[in-house]
């Protein structure tokens, strides 16, 4: 007997059932969305032998050398979004300005936020990378929308999700009703449901943050982690696990999977800036799937999710996982400020 299995399609299309007025907008854009992971994955694979890989020689707006794969990325993005109808604008990191959808296709009432390549300093080292996106409803009534119209609180958000492209390629998305997860089954080109309902562990002994930056911490995050380093002999009478990956993505995929906690606060050194991740790219999708698989996600002040955005590449601190971990941050942090 063949096991039948569900792909991502038929996924979206049961959500979509279950929502009455659907007019079928949404599916079709989460399935071009589908349909550019999978493009993005065959040439994170095929890398040095399709010369992907290395420098593209520019900056974007962020003062940050591109890599030839965040251009390319970039473009597959947008071209295999901006035709279907559904998307009234895009913006991304590695785009100074709002996309507009070209004259020559029709407007929808939808806007996407992505991240085409997270974690692309990764991508020469053949080590994981990802991209990450959010869906945020075009204002009513509004036709040519502007930044402002992106600069939607993360509660906003419809739909967010991330591709994995690892040891194997996976999405995880969520649509406010959980979080489920999918492998690309290269042999039939589809993504198929292999994790449903993820959840994550509410206590957890695993960090990850980059300790290059110590120097430059503030009082809680050098409290917390001084704890965990302590072990067994220390404040919190056990030992504690360390990773750094330098992709949010696989990051966030391994707290989904086995928990821990995942931290990029603000420091001394990029005070100024606000953070390093981008609330609109990388912090709110990525506070929505971990909220809706039972994790926390703040600043160590207020939850991500609240944040009323004042820019389009605005960075916040990130402090997401193991809700009990979380919270014990976020409490350090009050206690520092009184
Ligand atoms: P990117 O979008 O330019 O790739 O930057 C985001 C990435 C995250 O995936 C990762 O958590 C972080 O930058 C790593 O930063 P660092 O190199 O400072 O450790
Ligand atoms: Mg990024």
Redesign the pocket.
Known sequence: MHNHRTTITQHIIEEQRRIQNATGDFTSLLNDIVTACKVISNLVNHGALIGVLGSAATENIQG?TQKKLDVISNDVFIKSNEWAGHLAAMAS?EMDDVYLIPPQYPRGKYLLLF?PL????NIDVNVSVGTIFSILRCPDGVENPTKEDFLQSGTKQICAGYALYGPSSMIVLTTGRGVNGFTLDQNIGEFVLTHPNLTIAEDSIEFAI?ASNMRFWEPPIKRYIDECLAGKEGARGKDFNMR?I????A?VHRILTRGGVFM?PVDSKIKQQGG??RLLY?ANPMSFIIEQAGGVSTTGHERILDIQPNALHQRVPVILGSKNEVERIARYHQETSA
Request: net charge negative.
């Open positions: 940050e990191e991240d997270d974690g692309s300093s980059n750094w330098a992709s949010m993505v990051e990029y390093k991740l990388e």
